[in-house]
């Protein structure tokens, strides 16, 4: 039987915020939230996923009229993008490949990251960069909590270890040439960008690994422990099935972006649009 997990950026936290977690959500792939989100939160993810789309159709090219976008909220939201869009000071000659997936080996698995906008292009010395977009339309993050965030370890790691694959002429991208702007909806002004070194990649790459092999172990062993923090618990749709209803309840954390549970068989291929 072929165990090989195709790891993204919510597989990896879910992992580590509680291994039972990660085995019912996508070993046995129970429903996840259990039960209905409210109303609100659900009219939220919507709206996020229509913005999401309709950036995508204008990096393909597609004509976008401000006024045939039935929600008010998506129209003000592409009126803010339209703005201050925090592409305008790369390279004119830069290729544009909007929802982009990159997957390349880590250990026995497959890491997986699928970005809103990768920009490739040459910087002023001829140098190759990448340079990933991400858009966001809820809540702002501090800049401190996104370098730490996964998905910023992961694409970032993503295009250190398999960037090769969008530049088969140059060889591997080094660290220094990757970049992730992350644009905030709320704060259209002020996008966060982050750079990458050597040295952070050496330490994304050698955790990244633990990871794997943690998961070999949990998954030989079949062995998948509970987390000791309840406040992880509060958020979990499988309360029930951990006898943790005593940790209170929350609205589980959700993504507008995030990706089905379904796996992804690319190797160090790049997906594009
Ligand atoms: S309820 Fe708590 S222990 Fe159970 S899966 Fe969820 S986070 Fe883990």
């Given at each position: 039987?072929?165990?090989?997990?195709?790891?993204?950026?919510?597989?990896?936290?879910?992992?580590?915020?509680?291994?039972?977690?990660?085995?019912?959500?996508?070993?046995?792939?129970?429903?996840?939230?259990?039960?209905?989100?409210?109303?609100?939160?659900?009219q939220l993810l919507q709206q996020g996923q229509e913005f999401h789309q309709l950036v995508e159709r204008y990096f393909l090219g597609l004509q976008i009229t401000p006024a045939t976008i039935p929600n008010e909220l998506v129209r003000q939201w592409w009126q803010a993008f339209m703005?201050?869009?925090?592409?305008?000071?790369?390279p004119a000659n830069a290729r544009f490949l909007p929802e982009t997936g990159l997957t390349v080996p880590l250990g026995n698995h497959l890491?997986?990251?699928?970005?809103?906008?990768?920009?490739?292009?040459?910087?002023?010395?001829?140098?190759?960069?990448?340079?990933?977009?991400?858009?966001?339309?809820?809540?702002?993050?501090?800049?401190?909590?996104?370098?730490?965030?996964?998905?910023?370890?992961?694409?970032?790691?993503?295009?250190?270890e398999g960037g090769s694959?969008?530049?088969?002429q140059n060889g591997p991208l080094a660290p220094e040439q990757i970049s992730l702007t992350y644009w905030y909806v709320q704060e259209a002004e002020a996008p966060v960008t982050i750079g990458y070194s050597a040295a952070e990649h050496q330490a994304s790459w050698a955790e990244l690994q633990q990871i794997a092999a943690r998961l070999d172990e949990a998954s030989a062993a079949n062995i998948w422990p509970l987390t000791d923090d309840w406040s992880e618990c509060r958020e979990c749709a499988y309360q029930i099935y951990c006898g943790r209803q005593g940790a209170g309840t929350a609205v589980p954390e959700l993504d507008e972006a995030e990706e089905p549970d379904t796996p992804n068989e690319q190797l160090l291929t790049p997906e594009l649009p």
């Open positions: 039987m072929d165990n090989r997990l195709s790891l993204s950026q919510y597989k990896l936290a879910t992992f580590l915020a509680c291994q039972r977690r990660f085995q019912l959500r996508y070993l046995r792939r129970l429903p996840w939230p259990a039960t209905p989100l409210p109303e609100h939160t659900e703005a201050h869009s925090p592409i305008h000071q790369l890491l997986y990251g699928r970005f809103d906008l990768l920009v490739l292009g040459k910087d002023e010395g001829e140098r190759p960069f990448a340079h990933v977009f991400d858009w966001k339309t809820g809540r702002p993050t501090d800049t401190t909590t996104l370098k730490s965030r996964w998905q910023t370890r992961l694409y970032l790691a993503l295009l250190a694959a969008f530049w088969p």
